[in-house]
Structures are given as C-alpha cells and as structure tokens.
C-alpha cells in the first residue's frame, strides 16, 4: 500500500503589509496600465507585495532587484529578495540574500527566521535550527520562530521535541490552529492516536475548511480501526476538494476494511480517474476483484500495476494466486519466482511457490520452499506440517518425524500433523505409536477416518487398531 498520510503546507510569512488600501489600489492600476519604470522605493514595495500576495513570484523579483538599485543598504529590501527567491525554489541564492540582510541588520530576529526555512529547504538541518535559536535569542517569545523550530524538529523525526515547543506555542496562544494541526501529526507518530484525534478536532474547529486535516484524520482513524468514522473523514475531505486521490484511495481501503468490497472497488477506480498511474489503486483492485472471485479481472488489474512499476512483486504474488485459483499452475510460479527475485525475506510468498512446485511434482524444490518459510516464520505450524509430509513422501522419515512434531508442538490439535505422524511411525514400524497418533488424528478430525480407511483397507483388522473404528 501505498502510505499517504499528510500534505505539508507552505507556512511562509507574508511581507508587511501597512500601506492603505487606495494607495495599493492605485498602483495596481499603474502596474495595469503598464508602468514597469517605477522609481519610488515605498510604491516598489507595495508592487512587490501585490505580486508576492498573488504568487507572481517573478514579477516580485523584478520590482525586488529595482528596489535593491535604490536601497542597496536595506536589509528589509534583502529578505523581500531572499523570500521570493525561496518561493522560486532559488534556496542558495535566497541563503545569500538573507545573509546579506544579516550584514545590514544583524539582530533583526525575522531574518534569521526567514534564513532558517530556507536552510531547511536545503536539507541543512542542523543549521537551520542553529537559525531559528538565534532568532529566539533574539526575542525568547516570538512565535514563528519556535513554531518553525518545532517543525524543522519534527521533519528530524524528533517527535517528542517538537511536542514539546508546539505545546508551549499552545499554552500562549490556545488559538494557533497550524500548531495544533502539526501537533496532531506528531501525537500520529508518536502512536498517541486518541490525542492525534483531539489536536486534528481542535485544529477544525478553527479551521474546518482544511482538507488536509480531514484526510490526515482519517489516516488517524483509519488505524485505530474506527473504519466507519474514517469513512466519514474522508467524505469531509473530498467534500472540500473532490480531486483528492490520497482521500479517495485510502476510503477505498477503509470500505475494504469493512468487507464492502464494491465501494472500495468505487473508489479505486475514481483515484485512477484522477491519477491514472497509481500503481497502489490498480493493486487494490486487482485484491478486491480477487476476493470477489473474479480472477480473470483481478489478473488485468495486476498486470496494469505491474506494467507500470516493474518492481511491484506484490502484484506478482496477486496475479500468481489468481492463476492458482484458476489452475494455471505454471504461470503461477513463474509470478511467484519475479516475486521472490524482487523479495526474499516474505513467507507466505515462498509458501505459495512451494505449494506450486509441489502441485507441479517438483517435491525437492517444495522442499527448499517450506524451509524457507520456517526459517522466516518458525511458529508457523502448517508450513512444519507441509514440510514434513512431503519429506515423507520422498521418504526421508526420520527428517519428516522432526518437521511434523515440531508442528504438532505448535499446533496440538491440528489432526492432519497427528494423521502425518501416524503414518511416519507406521512405516517405521512404530505401530503403537502410530495408532496413538491416528488416535489423536481422528479425535481432533473425524474426517481423517475416511481417509485412513481409503489408504490402509487392510489395517482395520490388526489388533492395534480395531478399537479406533469401533462405532
């Protein structure tokens, strides 16, 4: 499965914005008219502001390299430079800007905060918390900066940390909903999922138009196994915004989840609408169509997983069970060996090639499969009980005996294991051990009687046995 489990925000501060609402008006009717030559340092601001406002983020560079030629000096006019820079994905020459800034006004704390993101966006971690302490240096109080800090934290997968400066930001101000929405995304980390649940709740109630927060919260739901709820997230979600695929996939599984596999089945193919190269949705559907017994469908939609993520070795040992389940043996383990040549540390994959080998007459590779599977999962009685009997029929008894009480150790009342070991200890001449061990066979699953009777006509007449069919 594909795991989408948030949306990061930009939380760039804005420029300052303190000019009236007529001036900026009439030079955004002078920007109209086409009067790129502007002069005036405080109208070039406001031109900068517009653009920057409106993401017209090469336009706000142009104005910003005009204002520079008039205040060269100004390091405001330097962090106007190095924001915009930052939104144009330019971060070394943002990093320049703001340190330029810096040479004019060391203690402004803004700065540093600005200076931070953008190391942040370099992957320069350590540095930009260097950034935002120097901004708190500055001024202990200021909320951008511990609020940025705690995020930088929270990327380093620092969680508790990053609880712990969102929760001051929260006991200042109760009202910083971003705060809360982040801190309900580290309590999800954290395995806090009920006070996830809470920060997500408090930061809609501020903000209830966030659909990055109804998803995130269903995520939440989603895996404290409230798949109703979670349902009803997503729907929040993609009420704000249909053209969600991450809502409309993970609905999709919370509908599998409650075994209502058709409107799962809805709303993977509406994710595929929206992005059709979604390999976890096309995955998806191949198992939904799988568990309604339609093979033949489940097998396209593998392949088209397949087709476009060559490395997909789950689709692999989805598309190889449904040729299973339609006899075609042989395809089945070719899937099963792309699978296992993609991922060898996964059992229930050797299991499967090894019941296929074993269904193709290839007992000595079915071997080598169901060790596999108990080396990777020791406790898995079944696989000790394949192991052992198809040992037994390559007659190597006394490794099968090992295998078989080894599952019977697992699993006591599994009959089939006892039924194994009966017929081992018979052929070992063993014979009141063998009949002690049909006996416990046909305690645990009468149905084995039959079966005996078909393959021993004779034995119900030796002494040892006669009392396991009497009526």
């Known amino acids: 499965m594909a795991n989408f489990d948030r949306f990061d925000d930009d939380d760039v501060p804005r420029l300052p914005n303190d000019r009236s609402d007529d001036e900026v008006q009439r030079f955004r009717d002078s920007l109209k008219s086409g009067a790129r030559d502007i002069n005036n340092p405080e109208a070039l601001e406001e031109i900068i502001q517009f653009y920057y406002e409106h993401e017209k983020f090469e336009e706000a560079l142009y104005y910003a390299d005009r204002l520079i030629s008039f205040e060269p000096y100004s390091s405001d006019a330097w962090q106007r430079k190095g924001m915009i820079l930052n939104n144009l994905l330019k971060y070394d020459e943002a990093l320049e800007c703001f340190d330029k800034a810096l040479t004019y006004n060391p203690t402004d704390p803004e700065i540093f905060i600005n200076r931070g993101i953008t190391l942040d966006n370099l992957n320069k971690v350590e540095e930009s918390l260097e950034s935002f302490e120097d901004a708190l240096r500055l001024d202990p109080i200021n909320e951008d900066a511990l609020f940025h800090k705690a995020v930088t934290l929270e990327k380093q997968e620092k969680f ?14 109760p009202d910083h909903k971003d705060a809360w929405y982040e801190l309900g995304y580290c309590y999800d980390f954290l395995d806090k999922l009920e006070d996830s649940i809470r920060c997500y709740g408090e930061h809609l109630d501020r903000d209830p138009y966030n659909y990055n927060a109804w998803y995130n919260r269903g995520i939440v739901l989603n895996r404290m196994g409230d798949y109703s ?7 929040m979600a993609l009420a704000i915004k249909e053209d969600f695929p991450s809502a409309w996939y993970n609905m999709g599984n919370a509908y599998a989840n409650l075994g209502r596999v058709p409107d799962a089945v809805n709303c993977y193919k509406t994710t595929l609408k929206l992005d059709p190269n979604d390999v976890p949705a096309y995955h998806n559907l191949g198992n939904a ?10 097998i396209g939609y593998f392949t088209q997983a397949i087709k476009r993520d060559k490395t997909h070795y789950e689709s692999y040992f989805g598309r190889g069970c449904c040729y299973d389940a339609l006899d075609q043996t042989k395809k089945a383990l070719a ?11 996964y059992p229930e994959l050797w299991y499967a090639k090894a019941d296929a080998d074993y269904n193709l007459g290839n007992l000595q590779e079915s071997i080598a499969g169901y060790r596999m599977v108990v080396k990777l999962d020791t406790k898995n009685a079944e696989a000790w009980y394949d192991l052992g009997d198809t040992l037994r029929e390559l007659g190597r008894l006394e490794e099968g005996l090992k295998a078989i009480n080894e599952s019977i150790s697992l699993l006591p009342n599994f009959g089939p294991s006892h039924y194994c070991r009966g017929k081992i200890l018979l052929e070992l001449n063993d014979t009141k051990g063998a009949k002690d061990a049909f006996e416990a066979a046909f305690q645990f699953d009468p149905e084995l009687k039959k079966e005996f009777k078909k393959e021993y006509p004779n034995t119900g007449s030796f002494r040892f046995f006669f009392n396991l069919f009497r009526s």
Do not use: P
């Open 289 to 298: 169509y799988e568990e309604m017994g339609e093979n033949d469908k489940a």
């Open 229 to 235: 709820k979670s349902i009803e997230s997503y729907e």
């Open 335 to 345: 899937d099963y060996k792309r699978a296992l040549a993609l991922c060898k540390d």
């Open 160 to 173: 508790d940390d990053a609880v712990g400066v969102f929760q001051h930001i929260l006991t200042e101000n």
